[in-house]
Structure formats: C-alpha cells, structure tokens
C-alpha cells in the first residue's frame, strides 16, 4: 500500500490546528502531524528525515504567521536554510496584511490562506498542491541530473575531482 503524503501543521491555537488536522486526515489521503510552536515543528522535522537525512517524509507544512516565540516566517526561514525546498509551504494567518504576504511569498510558499478558511476551498489547495509535485519533482531531477552530467563533464575536462552530488 502506497504511504500517503505526510502534512505538518503548525499553529499556536491548539484547537484550530487540531481541527484542521482532523478535517485532512477525515478525506482518508493525507496523513498528519501537529505542532503547536515552531520550535516543536522544527523537532518534529528533524524526527522525520529519511534517506541517511537527505529527505524528509513531510512533504506539506501548513504554518500560521504568527505565532509567539518564533514567527511563521522565521520557521519558514529556517526549515529552508536547513532542508531547502523538500517540504511545501502554504501559510495560514487569520489576518490580511500585504508585507507578510509579499514576506511569505519571498519564502516561496504554495500558497496563502486567509482565517477562517472554507474546508473545500483548503483541501483543494492541498489536493491541487499534491498534483503538481509529483510533476515538479520529475522535472527537478531531470534538471538536477543534467547539471550533475554538466558537473562530471566540466570536471573531467579540467582533470579534476568533481564536486559532491547535491542531494536537493
């Protein structure tokens, strides 16, 4: 039986989240995690790496904005200095503001979703967003494996060791 996709969610309010992660894993094709701090998410990343640490089973974080301690768009921050692009982000706020949605979008996150959010309209995002990584994954190994033969190519022409593989 094939593993369905993992989603982290994180959010300071212990019932939204709760609920939420109730309302994905009840469409029977996600499974979920919840944090409610980003510090917890970040443990709960690094619980969840596979492949000798070079991946991750979480492949969707939904994350709030606003959050004591560490804000959404500092875990964001972090969890892409730390492992790059393996995981989606979509960001929850219940607020409209334009600067931390342009700020998010800097991160390159999935999408924006503004509380309360319609139940339909979010599990579309998610299902929309599942349906376009499996393509963008098979597009970036095609462009990572032409710039590892660019690599090889390069670094036997010039008589020299070449770089490490990248594993992003």
Known sequence: MKEKPLILIVDDE????????????????????????????FKIFEDNKKLLGFANRIKLTLL???MPGISGLELLKKLRDKYNHQSGVMMLTAWEDAEKFQNARKGEVAAYILKPYKEEDLMNKIDRFFEGKDLWMIEKTKWDTIVRENQLKTAEEKKETPPPASYF
Request: aromatic letters at 10%.
């Open 14 to 41: 212990k019932d939204f989240a709760d609920n939420l992660s109730e309302i994905i894993r009840s469409s029977g094709k996600y499974d979920t995690l919840v944090a409610y701090s980003a510090e917890d998410a």
């Open 64 to 66: 709030d904005i606003k």
